[in-house]
C-alpha cells in the first residue's frame, strides 16, 4: 500500500486514464451515476472526449456512458500512481 | 403472492397478462416484436405520453397472451414519466395492464447494470422470467454465463435468448405456461436502510413485498393504488413525517447495496475469456464517427441526406395522393346528386381527408431513417457531438434531427422528438421547429417573391430570387434558435436535466423494427392528428362556402342574367361567382373584419381572407389569391401573379403589392403558425392544448411584430 493515491475529478482524467470512483459532491447527481452503476470503488476509464470538449465519454461496469463534463466534476476518482 | 407459496402456475388460465421490461437498448423491442409477430396495436399509457405497445400470442391451443411492452427504464426510482409508469403498472393490482407474469429483459453482454433494474423487479416479489438477451453476442466474446447458477441466485427462472435471431422466443412461450418460482427472498434488506418504516407501512397497508413500502417512502404522492383509500394514504403521510427519512441517501443506499450483491453475483457467474473485446469496433467507429472533422462531416451528409430525400423524394408519392383524392372527388360529384351533402363531402371531408393522407410519405420516410439511426446506436453519437453547441440554446444533441427535418415539414418532425428524453428540451423543440421554413411556405415564397423581384434577374452567380429563398430560410433558423434560448430562460424544468446517457455498442439496423416505426407513426398520425385536421377542415369549407342570409343565391342569379351569360363564357361566369362568393362568405366576412388589425402591416381584406383560409395548410394561400382575384386557372401560379401585379389599391390609386407589403408578407408567412395540422400534432405530442394555443400566440405576435417594423420601414 506504498503506492500513492491522487484524488481528481472526473472531468480531469485524460484519455485512457483510469480510477476508482472515490466520492460523490453533488447528491442530486450521484443518485442518478449510481444507478447507471457508478458505484464507489468501481474503476472507470476515460474513453473519448467530444469534438468540442464537452461531453466526456468514459467505460464503466463494462458499458460506454456518456456525460457532460459538469456532471463528470462532482464525482471524485482516485488514481493509483505505479512510478 | 398472498398464499406465499413458492409456485405460481397460470397454466388454467384461458389469456395470460405479460408485461416486458428492460433497460433502454437490452433489445426489449425486438423480443416484443419476436414473441408478438404481427399482433401488435400501438397508443399511449392513459393521460401521458408514454408510448404504449401491446400485442399478442398463441402459447398453444388453449392459452392465449397478451403482451405490454412498459418502457425502457433503467431503474423503479420515480424520477421520470416512463419510471412512474412502470412502477404503477407493476405494483398496482388494480392497474388495467398489470401482469400476471413479468419478462425482465437484460442485456447479456452488459450484465452488471442490466442486473440494477432486475434486482429492484425481483424485490417486487412478482412472478418473473428473465430473458438473458444477446447471448450469441457473449457467446461470440468467447465468454461464459452459468444461467443455471444465475437463476438459484436470484431465485427466478432464467433463459437465455438471442432476440435478434430468434433463438429461446418458444422457450419464453414455454415457460410461461410451466410453474413459476415467486421471488421469495430480499436481494438487499431494505430494513437495514429504512428501519421500521417498513413495517410500519406495511401495517397499514398489505403490500407483498419491502421494496413496494420502501418505494412509498420516496413517492406516496404518485401511488395510484392509494387513490381510493385516502385514510390508509392519511397514516402513511403521518409515518413518514415521524421518520422524516432522507430519502436521497435511502435511495444512494439502495444503490450501492446493490451494486455489492450484483457485484458478487456477476463475479460467480459470468466467465471472461479475455480483458480485450471486439468491442475496439464500437471503439474504432467511434473513433470516426464522433472525430472533430469526420464526424461532423459524417453528419451532415447524413442530415443532407434525409432532407433530400423527405424534400424531394416525398414530392412524387404525395403527388399520386393528391391525384387519387381529385379523382376521388371528381367521381363523388359526378355520381352523387348535386347538393349542400355532396358539396360537404368533397370539399369538406375528402379534402379534408386529402390533407391528412398527404403527410404519410414525408412521415414514413423520416421515421425510416430515424428508427435507422437510433437501431444501429449513431443517434446516441450525434446527440454526443452536438450537445454543447445545441445546450446553449436551450436545446438537446438529438433536436437536431427534428430542426432539420422541419424544413421538409414541422409534422413528422415533431413526432420525431420523442427520443428527446428531457422534457424541457423536448418542450423547446416542439415549440421552435415550426419556425424552420417548411416546403408548404415554398409556394408561398416563391409567388410573393415574383412580385418583390419582377424577372428571375441573374448577374454574375446571383440569382435574386434565390438569394431572397435563401435569406427567408436563414430567418427561419435565427427565429427557431433565438425563440429557443428565450423558452430556455421562461420555462421551468419538470425534472433535472441531465446528460447521463449510454453509448451503446454498433449493431446492424433491423428492417422490421424499421418497418415497425415507419407503420406505427403514420397509424397514430392518421388516427389521433387526422381526426382534428379533418374536424377543423370541416370547419374552414364551411366558412368559405357559406354566408349569412341569402347572399349566395343573389350572387348566383346575378350571373345567370341573360345580359351576363352574353357578356361572358361560362368559364368566366364561373371564375367571378367563385370569387363573389368567397368574398360574400363568412371567410370573407372575417377577412374584411380583420383588416382593421392587419392595416398596420400594408395587408388588404382581400389578404385578410387568404390569411383565414390558410389556416388549413399555407399553401391555399395560392388558391385563395387565384380564386380571389379571379384568375382563371387556379394552378397556375404565374396568371396569379399577374393578377395581383396589376391589383390597384383602391384608395391610394397605387399597385396592392408594393415592395413593403409583399416582403411584410413574406416575413409574416415564416413566423406565422398557419398550419392546424401541425397544431393537431403539437396537442397529440404534448397532450394538452396549452403548448399548441401557447405556439400559436407567440408565433403569430412575433409574426404580427416582424411584418410591422419590416412594413414601416420599406414603405
Known amino acids: ?37 457508478c458505484t464507489p470503488g468501481e474503476t472507470v476509464t476515460l474513453d473519448r472526449i467530444a469534438p468540442m470538449g464537452d461531453p466526456i465519454a468514459i ?11 459538469e456532471e463528470a466534476s462532482t464525482v471524485i476518482v482516485s488514481i493509483l500512481n505505479n512510478n | 403472492m398472498e398464499e406465499n407459496q413458492a409456485f405460481v402456475n397460470f397454466s388454467e388460465k384461458s389469456s395470460l397478462k405479460i408485461a416486458l421490461v428492460g433497460n433502454p437498448n437490452s433489445g426489449k423491442s425486438t423480443l416484443f416484436n419476436a414473441l408478438t409477430g404481427l399482433h401488435q396495436k400501438t397508443g399511449n399509457f392513459p393521460g401521458v405520453t408514454v408510448d404504449k405497445k401491446t400485442g399478442f400470442a398463441k402459447l398453444n391451443a388453449t392459452v392465449t397472451a397478451d403482451f405490454v411492452d412498459l418502457p425502457g427504464t433503467y431503474s423503479l426510482y420515480p424520477k421520470s414519466l416512463d419510471e412512474s409508469v ?10 388495467k395492464d398489470h401482469p400476471d407474469i413479468t419478462i425482465i429483459v437484460a442485456d447479456a453482454s452488459n450484465l452488471k447494470r442490466n442486473l440494477f433494474l432486475v434486482s429492484q423487479i425481483i424485490d417486487l416479489k412478482i412472478p418473473v422470467i428473465l430473458a438473458l438477451n444477446m447471448i450469441d453476442l457473449v457467446e461470440k466474446e468467447g465468454d461464459t454465463i452459468d444461467t443455471a447458477r444465475l437463476s438459484e441466485r436470484l431465485g427466478v427462472r432464467v433463459i437465455a435468448v438471442s432476440a435478434r435471431k430468434k433463438e429461446g422466443i ?13 421471488p421469495q427472498y430480499d436481494f438487499i434488506d431494505l430494513r437495514k436502510i429504512a428501519g421500521d418504516t417498513i413495517d410500519k407501512i406495511r401495517a397499514v397497508i398489505h403490500l407483498n413485498s419491502d421494496f413496494a413500502a420502501f418505494h412509498s417512502i420516496h413517492n406516496l404522492p404518485e401511488i395510484h393504488y392509494l387513490d381510493d383509500k385516502p385514510e390508509k394514504k392519511a397514516k402513511m403521510e403521518a409515518i413518514l413525517k415521524a421518520a422524516a427519512h432522507d430519502t436521497n441517501k435511502l435511495q444512494s443506499l439502495e444503490s450501492v447495496e446493490r451494486y455489492k450483491v450484483i457485484n458478487r453475483i456477476v463475479a460467480e457467474c459470468v466467465f471472461e475469456k ?4 471486439s468491442e475496439t469496433f464500437t471503439h474504432k467507429l467511434d473513433g470516426i464517427l464522433t472525430h472533430r472533422i469526420y464526424g461532423y462531416a459524417i453528419f451532415l451528409i447524413i442530415l443532407f441526406f434525409i432532407f433530400q430525400t423527405i424534400f424531394f423524394l416525398a414530392k412524387f408519392p404525395m403527388e399520386w395522393i393528391e391525384g387519387l383524392f381529385v379523382i376521388i372527388s371528381q367521381w363523388a360529384t359526378n355520381s352523387l346528386p348535386a347538393g349542400e351533402f355532396t358539396n360537404l363531402l368533397v370539399n369538406g371531408i375528402i379534402a379534408g381527408l386529402s390533407g391528412v393522407v398527404v403527410f404519410v410519405p414525408q412521415i414514413a420516410l423520416l421515421f425510416a431513417f430515424i ?21 446553449r440554446f436551450g436545446l438537446n444533441g438529438r433536436s437536431v434531427i427534428p430542426l432539420v427535418s422541419g424544413v421538409a415539414c414541422a409534422v413528422p418532425a415533431i413526432m420525431s422528438t420523442r427520443t428527446i428524453s428531457s422534457w424541457k428540451e423536448r418542450i423547446i423543440t416542439i415549440m421552435v421547429t415550426p419556425l424552420m421554413s417548411c416546403s408548404a411556405r415554398l409556394p408561398v415564397y416563391t409567388l410573393l417573391i415574383s412580385l418583390v423581384v419582377p424577372q428571375s434577374k441573374a448577374e454574375g452567380f446571383f440569382n435574386y430570387q434565390g438569394l431572397i429563398l435563401m435569406c427567408l430560410y436563414l430567418i427561419g433558423f435565427i427565429a427557431a434558435i433565438s425563440a429557443a434560448f428565450v423558452f430556455k430562460i421562461i420555462l421551468k424544468a419538470k425534472e433535472k436535466s441531465y446528460f447521463i446517457m449510454e453509448l451503446p455498442v454498433y449493431r446492424s439496423p433491423q428492417w422490421k423494427t424499421v418497418t415497425r416505426v415507419m407503420f406505427d407513426k403514420v397509424k397514430v398520425f392518421l388516427f389521433d392528428a387526422g381526426k382534428i385536421i379533418v374536424a377543423i377542415s370541416v370547419i374552414l369549407w364551411f366558412l368559405s362556402s357559406h354566408a349569412p342570409g341569402n347572399r349566395m343565391e343573389t350572387i348566383e342569379k346575378k350571373y345567370t342574367s341573360t345580359e351576363m351569360t352574353l357578356k361572358y363564357s361560362d368559364a368566366e361566369r364561373n371564375v367571378k361567382i367563385s370569387s363573389e362568393k368567397l368574398e360574400a362568405s363568412y371567410a370573407g366576412i372575417l377577412g374584411k373584419s380583420l383588416e382593421p388589425a392587419i392595416a398596420p402591416l400594408g395587408f388588404d381584406w382581400k389578404i385578410g381572407i387568404a390569411l383565414v383560409t390558410s389556416f388549413a395548410a399555407r399553401e391555399v394561400f395560392v388558391g385563395t389569391m387565384a380564386t380571389i382575384y379571379s384568375a382563371d386557372n387556379k394552378d397556375n401560379s404565374q396568371t396569379v401573379r399577374d393578377k395581383m401585379q396589376n391589383e390597384i389599391n383602391t384608395k391610394t390609386n397605387l399597385p396592392t403589392f408594393t415592395m413593403a407589403v409583399s416582403v411584410s408578407l413574406l416575413i409574416f408567412y415564416a413566423f406565422a403558425m398557419q398550419c392546424m395540422s401541425t397544431l393537431a400534432v403539437v396537442y397529440r405530442e404534448t397532450k394538452s392544448w396549452k403548448w399548441p394555443a401557447l405556439q400559436f400566440l407567440f408565433m403569430g405576435t412575433l409574426a404580427y411584430f416582424s411584418s410591422f417594423i419590416v412594413y414601416h420601414i420599406l414603405k
Do not use: H, W
Open chain 2, 86 to 95: 412502470t412502477f404503477e403498472v407493476l405494483c398496482n393490482p388494480a392497474n
Open chain 2, 170 to 182: 418458444e422457450e419464453i412461450k414455454q415457460a410461461l405456461l410451466q410453474p413459476l418460482p415467486v
Open chain 2, 371 to 391: 428508427a435507422i439511426l437510433e437501431d444501429t446506436g449513431y443517434m446516441a453519437r450525434v446527440s454526443f457531438i452536438m450537445d454543447k453547441m445545441m445546450r
Open chain 2, 274 to 277: 479475455t480483458e480485450v473485446k
Open chain 1, 59 to 69: 467505460k464503466v461496469s463494462g458499458y460506454l456512458l456518456s456525460l457532460r463534463k
Open chain 1, 1 to 37: 500500500m506504498n503506492k500513492k493515491k491522487t484524488l481528481k475529478k472526473l472531468s480531469q482524467l485524460k484519455i485512457g486514464e483510469s480510477g476508482t470512483i472515490d466520492s460523490f459532491t453533488d447528491k442530486e447527481m450521484s443518485l442518478k451515476l449510481l444507478e447507471m452503476g
